[in-house]
């Protein structure tokens, strides 16, 4: 069946960095579009960084400069790398496999805690 775990969460001072890692399994890894997302309590899930199977990527407004996304078809992994970090960015990230027109796939969530 279809897996994707996240891993690296954790708590980190504001400034910091801190990297989260989603591997995939039951799933055809290289033409998939991967993604992060991020849901806080009482808020709907939102779009972080996205990345298609060409290798193209697309992120939010609010972290552009600071998170990298990227991935890595061999490993069937993908990675975001957070930079800069800010008490806003605390959240539940969720790794994301999506095949047009609408087929997604969802992780359980990592949390990252960013303190102030």
């Known amino acids: 069946q279809v897996q994707l775990v996240e891993s690296g969460g954790g708590l980190v001072q504001a400034g910091g960095s801190l990297s989260v890692s989603c591997a995939a399994s039951?799933?055809?890894?290289?033409?998939?579009?991967m993604g992060w997302y991020r849901q806080t309590p009482g808020k709907q899930r939102e779009l972080v960084a996205t990345t298609t199977s060409g290798g193209g990527t697309n992120y939010a407004d609010s972290v552009k400069g600071r998170f990298t996304i990227s991935r890595d078809d061999a490993k069937r992994t993908v990675y975001l790398q957070m930079n800069s970090l800010k008490p806003e960015d605390t959240a539940v990230y969720y790794c994301?496999?999506?095949?047009?027109?609408?087929?997604?796939?969802w992780g359980k969530g990592t949390l990252v805690t960013v303190s102030s």
């Open positions: 039951g799933i055809w890894f290289r033409t998939a579009a």
């Open positions: 994301n496999a999506f095949y047009p027109p609408n087929m997604n796939y």
